[in-house]
């Protein structure tokens, strides 16, 4: 037994359930609708909770209104009919002295299911039926049932493991747990690929011990140290796949070295220069506004990655407001210093065309050597591309990158078209934009590369307005490296934000708004989200201002803008609310994200509760950006308790990095990883929360091995393709 090979996990996962003693064909197909097909994927199928035998409540102190997990025989079952027709199954559950009632409304099922003799745990809470002690629809877990195979009184231990099981696919947890044991013993020793200089350091249990104490514990205490083991080797699959795709994107890399002194950061707004001083100094020096000290900071972090040899691959998480825009522009303008261009990349169209007025605006003054002009000198020149630029244009624009008169372009998704060439593409920026997964920026990249005349890889920066925990930044964003713009510009005062309760309230806020255009500010009304549907929540936005209009705004210059208006007109009204023509702009959720208006100072959200905590925070984010004091009231009644948190969570702090931890901790990561949760590589036992120094160990480690390249990467590279798709791992292994 002592020298049996030690078994890897990819062996396993090439060994189908259907070897197991007990699996039949039915049964092979029960575990397959479960996702359960190899004898790994039983191993890695986890208890959902444990008993402990030891420690279990007897029925003899059960009081009602106990809320209670009994473990019992059934004794006696009936099934009988109320009088209104239901089926109702009654059984007595007795537990060596005790016995309780446990019964069931419309589930005549139960019968069949809990036979005299199954053992079972029955969670519910204990009522009271004339004077009796009874639980009706409790959960319902089977551990031991009737039939003989199954009932092997020696599995039941001190503590018991549970298993999800699943009545659709007649598998009780009880069987679950006896496939798992079944597999445990005939696995054997598991190879570990972490030695004990990897693994004390966080003090990692041996994988065999690991696997042992979640499924077979013999005390409930080896359960922790085996989940923590556990956890780690999730994350450190995940990590070791990132710093790989890392690996493996620098060994490919033809990166550019711009000439982004971080010297030309050290200016002050108003400093006089030489003429022939770099772009990014002339910027700078020529802004209305000094740089923040973050700004400063990260520019000096984009520098060096900027100067250095291998692509940029960096992302700007900044709260909003922080003044990520003017980082973006300082870096592209680094690129046009080196005679590159840049791409500016927003989510919406609104959002490109307010980036393109921005940018010409604030470069306005700005010339550049160019060669093939007359006097060699011309306008730096700003550009727009997305689908709804005319034909002409387009053209025109699509000419002037690809002969390099054209230095920075603005756009949507248009931009990735088949026809967009450059002369050198030198920089990418994403705006706004945290739904951007690590394939399609590998896409980009290579895109960016076949598509500029000069091949090198551009360097990348993604900008999200939407913090996100570090821990989660580091599961999703773990190929960037990552700057935080932690610090609002000078003179930023926190939003007064008002959740508006009762018609008092509500009046408030009216008379906030129209004391504030009273003052010459401007303000918006964001209406309730609909959900499914953009058309009828148009309608009602169209209702809405109506009503506004003519109640308690009346005599205000309202507008209008929700998805269902074409771009042109939807930027027609944002033009006109951002010249002071309208005063008061009421919209859907079209104008979440970005949208940089200083002179608006209220913004009201109705129906608040209907917004996501991160979204909320985003609109709140429309006001708030100069330095005049703004407000943020939130309308409406939540109907369940979370949306009253995420209301109270929102008037408790302005601070979108604090936020984002109270989201996690609301939500949960589920929703937060979604996108990148699949299939085997999810994440069953770790959560970011609780585990981030696994988090942070596992990333150490993982740089560590890839870096190191020997026997021990090698080793969890055969574990990977357990995780990985074909094609990745063609990708990712090749050496
Ligand atoms: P976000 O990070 O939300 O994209 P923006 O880049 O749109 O933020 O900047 C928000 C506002 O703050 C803009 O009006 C911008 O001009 C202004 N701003 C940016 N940086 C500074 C600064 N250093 N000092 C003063 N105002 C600034
Ligand atoms: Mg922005």
Redesign the pocket.
Known sequence: MSDAPLRRLRQLGEVSVAELRHVGEKRVEGLKSLGIESVFDLLTLYPRRYIDRTKQVDLSDLTVGDEAAVFGEIDVITSRRTRQGKVMVEATVRDGTESIKVVFFNQAWRERQLTKGVQALFFGKVGDYRGQRQMTNPVVDVIVGATGDERDPSRVGRVVAIYPASGKAGLTSWEMGGFVEESLRRAGAFFDPLDDVARAPLELVERTAAFWGIHLPEELSEVAPARRRLAFDEFFRLQLVLALRRARLEASAAGIRHPFDPADLDVAAGELLAPESSLVRRFIAGHR????GA?RRVLGEVASDMAGPLPMHRLLQ?D???????VALAAMLAARDGARQSVLMAPTEVLAEQHLASLRDDLARLSVADDSVLGGERPLSVQLLTGRVRAKDRQAVLDGLLRGSVDIVVGTHALLSEDVRFRALGLIVIDEQHRFGVEQRAVLRDEGRARSLEGADPDLLVMT?TPIPRTAAMVIFGDLDVSVLDEL??GRRVIDTTWAQGPLDVEACWARVRSEVAAGRRAYVICPLVEGSERVEATSAVEERTRLATNELRGLAVGLVHGQMKSSEKEDVMNQFRAGELDVLVATVVIEV?V?V?EATVIVIEDAWRFGLAQLHQLR?RVG?SDLQSYCYLLGEPPSDEGAARLNALVATNDGFELAEVDLAMRGEGTLLGARQKGRSDLRLAKLRQDEDLLVGAQRLAVTMVEEDGAALAAMIDELRLFVDDDEATYLFKS
């Open positions: 506004f000094n740089l923040t700004q900044g909003v407001g922080s003044g990520k825009t003017v307005a510009p000078a970005g940089d200083p984010g950006r």
